[in-house]
Each structure stands twice: as C-alpha cells, then as structure tokens.
C-alpha cells in the first residue's frame, strides 16, 4: 500500500510507492563515457581557467604540483558588482542584484576518479578547504550564505565531467535554511531524530562521531544524509575526527552510489544560529514529472528502508 509521509520539521511531503518499489539494480543507470579531448580541470590546461585561488599539494607524485586546485568559475551565476540589498517595488516585484562570490574546487588532477575513489584522507583535506571557503566568503560584504555542492554526472545538472565541487556565496539566507532554522526551536529537533535514526531501519552507516540515515521522507531513491552526532552548527565548528569520520562515511555512501552509476547532487545545509549541521546527498536515478510540479508532493519507488539495506548491504 502506498504511504504518504510528512519530512520530520517542514511542511513537506512524499508518497512511498511501495507498489512500484523495484530492486537496487533496477536503477542502475548507464555509464557515460569519459573521453574529452580537452579537459579543463586536467594538468596542463590550468590556464584554460581563471587565476586560482589556491591549491594543495597532498602528493609529491602529483602532475603540475597540485592535488586540488580551486579558482573562480569561469561562467559565475553571481558577479560581485552592483546592489546586493533586496528592494521591493509594487508590493509584487522583489529583487536585488545576483551578488556574490561563484568559485571551482576541482578535486584531484586525475581524469579518471570519482570523489569515491579518493581515501578517506584525501576527501577530509577537501572538506577542510570547504570549510576554509565558507569562513572566507562569509566574511565579503554583502554575502549571507554560503552554499557549497557537488553535481555528479549529466542528468544532475555537471556539465564537466571532471569531478569537482562548487562555491555559490550570496545575499541571501536560502528559504530552506530559513524554514529549517524556524523549525529547529529551542531543542534541536535533529539531535532528536538522530538517535532514533540510529537504531531504526532506515540507519545506513555510523562511527564515533557521524551518523547516516535515509530519511523517512525522502524525495529521492536512495536519498541519505549525513550528521554529526555532536550538535555543531557548521563545518567551520568540525575537529580533526570529525573531518577524519565524516570522510569515510561519506566515502562508503559515495562508494555504494557508484555500485549504480547514480548521478546525485550533494550540498551541505549549516546553520546560522542553531540548525543541526548536515550533509544532504540526493541521487538522480528517477524523474519528477506533472504530479510532483502541480502538487509539490514527490512519489518516490525505493522505501527509505529498502535503500537502507543496499547502503548496509
């Protein structure tokens, strides 16, 4: 029987088709071939884009110098010109200009590798220039938030293939941030469905300090998110463990992805006074279509619980 499930804290709801459910490899998606002929993350073609910004040397072996590199993006959806204030006009007309800060992590020289296939030392040095990124942007005149992502394959919106994480800093609080720091109250309602999470059919992977879950009400086939168990605000708040703990999680989630060839979104949602950090990692294997734009209610065909079991698997 279908279920209609409310999100835990937003008004949000998904029906589980239970009915249409279909087994993990019934989603495998196909492989998309990687051959470009002129990569513009690969060593070599650095100046194919902007002047970096930085870059990290984890491995004197590494081609050109470098094992991660980051600079602005080249095609910004944000510029740092003009008004970042939001004005209003004939009580309809709100806007301000698209102001901010668009910047390219590209997260290692070679082609051929996922985020995935990098060690869990590898991706907590990429989490930590996440980190730096965000205390630096935060700090621009006119930026109020920080968005950091990750688009994985064509039908999740990457248009270079090369893997890479993205920067957006803007002059706005996402209106998700807003509702889930509105919902969040005195007592973080997270740290609540953490550890029933953690004991529940939907839980997925843990350690020390993280936990991993497929949320009751997920949008997506095999969506998951991943926590701190300590209640932390911001990745700028992480200690070393933590970086260290969160990297192999978010390495065995990625790892059981690539099992399917699953193109996924990953963004990480911080809090600006109390949200419960959080990772949100959404793969792409099924298609919205009319009911979910005319309704805002999402049917999804994989039960967080079944998705669970592949992740435990």
Not at 62 to 91: C, L, M
Not at 160 to 189: F, L, M, R, W
Not at 251 to 278: R, S, T, W
Request: hydrophobic fraction near 35%; aromatic fraction near 12%; include cysteine.
């Amino acid at each position: 029987m279908p279920e209609l499930r409310k999100d835990y804290i937003l008004n949000r709801y998904v029906i589980i088709a239970t009915e249409r459910g279909k087994r993990p490899d019934q989603f495998k998606a196909k492989k998309t071939s990687k051959q470009v002929k002129n990569c513009f993350f690969c060593p070599g073609n650095e100046n194919l884009t902007p002047p970096e910004i930085g870059r990290q040397l984890l491995d004197a072996s590494d081609v050109k110098g470098w094992s991660i590199r980051y600079f602005p993006n080249k095609f910004p959806a944000v510029h740092q010109e003009g008004k970042p204030d939001i004005t209003t006009d004939n009580d309809f007309f709100t806007y301000a200009d698209a102001f901010g800060v668009h910047e390219v992590i590209v997260e290692t020289p070679d082609h051929n590798k996922e985020l995935a296939d990098l060690s869990p030392d590898y991706i907590s040095e990429i989490l930590k220039i996440y980190k730096q990124r965000i205390e630096i942007l935060s700090e621009f005149p006119g930026v109020k938030y920080v968005t950091v992502f990750k688009n994985h394959g064509e039908t999740a919106g990457t248009s270079i293939i090369h893997t890479h994480s993205q920067i957006i800093a803007y002059n706005i609080v996402p209106v998700i941030i807003q509702e889930k720091e509105e919902k969040s109250g005195k007592d973080c309602p997270y740290c609540k469905i953490i550890n029933i999470e953690k004991n529940s059919f939907r839980r997925c992977f843990e350690n020390n300090s993280m936990i991993a879950f497929t949320p009751y009400a997920s949008r997506f086939p095999f969506e998951i998110w991943i926590f701190p168990k300590r209640h932390v605000i911001n990745i700028t708040r992480f200690n070393e463990d933590e970086f260290i703990e969160l990297a192999e999680i978010l390495k065995k989630v990625l790892l059981k992805l690539k099992e399917l060839n699953a193109p996924y979104n990953m963004y990480l949602h911080y809090g600006i006074e109390k949200l419960h950090f959080q990772i949100v990692i959404a793969p792409r294997l099924a298609k919205w279509a009319g009911f979910e734009f005319s309704t805002g209610t999402i049917i999804n065909s994989m039960p967080p619980e079944k998705a669970a079991e592949f992740y435990r698997g």
